[in-house]
């Protein structure tokens, strides 16, 4: 009987041992990371760094505790809706959306899985979000203010050219985030009395007609609203904006760096930084409905003097003291 007790009591304490030495490792979160771009644009793997930037100053280490699932469309959206399924079926623990382009597609691919948006142009006029200080339903994250950024875009225009008559606006239906812009653009331009001349662009090849319809309707501007399509063609059309003429502004400093004007919009990369916060309050447990969409906090003002020599535009020394960058 001592015997019994004995081994018995043995076996108790060796028992009582194991879940401290062989205990399921912990679950690591998996986030899912969709994209319209691609992961080679030097301007895309500076968001990315300062998305995992930004997790890092949270205590998120990906490779360590925490993985990322990522998913490029390499430009070609068609592909977002099935890149957006997959990561639905990798039950991912939350997706990150990083343009309004791959927020519709997240959004379609599932219901009940976490969407953060990295990088919304208008989230509640896009009707991804009931409203900004309550959101609703599983998506959150951070808008671009899209739509107050181009009335200021305008105002710049014309402090730039008091006797301006008429601005063009370069827009891409195709983008579900432009055409909400429009009705912003068109109050602004009645307020300062200026007639405004929306061309269309879903591509390419349609940039050229566009700036041939601008200069036969003498436009004396141009504003480019923010697309990924666009910006990928930057150069390009920089190139065009000069052989017309035409002072440029737009909403991302990529342009600007490319050979635009003059670029004034929200600073993305620290949306992207921001994003990481949404990512770590879910993980904690908080509802995507219980977070309300925040609104950038830091804006990029680019003058680019090449630019401007080029079409023989001086620009005033008032508006070089507020820019926060001249590329001479």
Do not use: C
Request: net charge positive.
């Amino acid at each position: 009987m001592t015997k019994n007790i004995s081994v018995w009591l043995l076996t108790t304490v060796l028992l009582g041992t194991v879940p401290a030495t062989a205990q399921q490792p912990k679950k690591v979160p998996r986030i899912g990371f969709l994209s319209p771009q691609s992961p080679s644009d030097p301007r895309i793997q500076r968001f990315r760094e300062a998305f995992r930037q930004g997790l890092r100053e949270l205590g998120w280490v990906e490779g360590q505790n925490i993985a990322i699932e990522y998913r490029w469309a390499e430009g070609r959206t068609e592909r977002l809706a099935d890149l957006a399924s997959e990561l639905v079926s990798l039950r991912v623990d939350v997706i990150v959306a990083a343009t309004t382009l791959a927020i519709s597609p997240a959004k379609q691919a599932t219901g009940t899985i976490p969407i953060v948006m990295a990088v919304a142009a208008d989230p509640v006029a896009t009707g991804f979000v009931a409203s900004i200080a309550r959101p609703g339903g599983n998506i959150t994250g951070l808008s671009m203010m899209a739509s107050d950024l181009v009335g200021k875009q305008m105002q710049l225009i014309k402090e730039l050219l008091p006797k301006i008559s008429r601005v063009a606006l370069l827009w891409n239906p195709a983008n579900p985030a432009n055409a909400p812009q429009l009705p912003q653009a068109q109050d602004e331009a009645r307020a300062l009395r200026v007639r405004l001349q929306l061309l269309e662009t879903r591509g390419l090849s349609e940039i050229d007609g566009a700036f041939a319809a601008m200069t036969r309707e003498r436009a004396g501007a141009v504003i480019v609203l923010v697309d990924a399509m666009l910006v990928d063609h930057r150069k390009i059309i920089a190139d065009l904006a000069a052989k017309s003429r035409l002072p440029a502004v737009y909403g991302l400093t990529d342009h600007a760096e490319a050979g635009g004007l003059i670029a004034y919009g929200t600073n993305v990369a620290d949306l992207y930084r921001r994003a990481a916060t949404y990512v770590d309050k879910i993980l904690k447990g908080t509802k995507p409905a219980d977070l309300p969409v925040e609104q950038p906090t830091k804006f990029e003002f680019v003058i680019n003097l090449k630019a401007a020599k080029q079409i023989g535009l001086t620009i005033p020394q008032s508006v070089l003291y507020r820019a926060d960058k001249v590329i001479r």
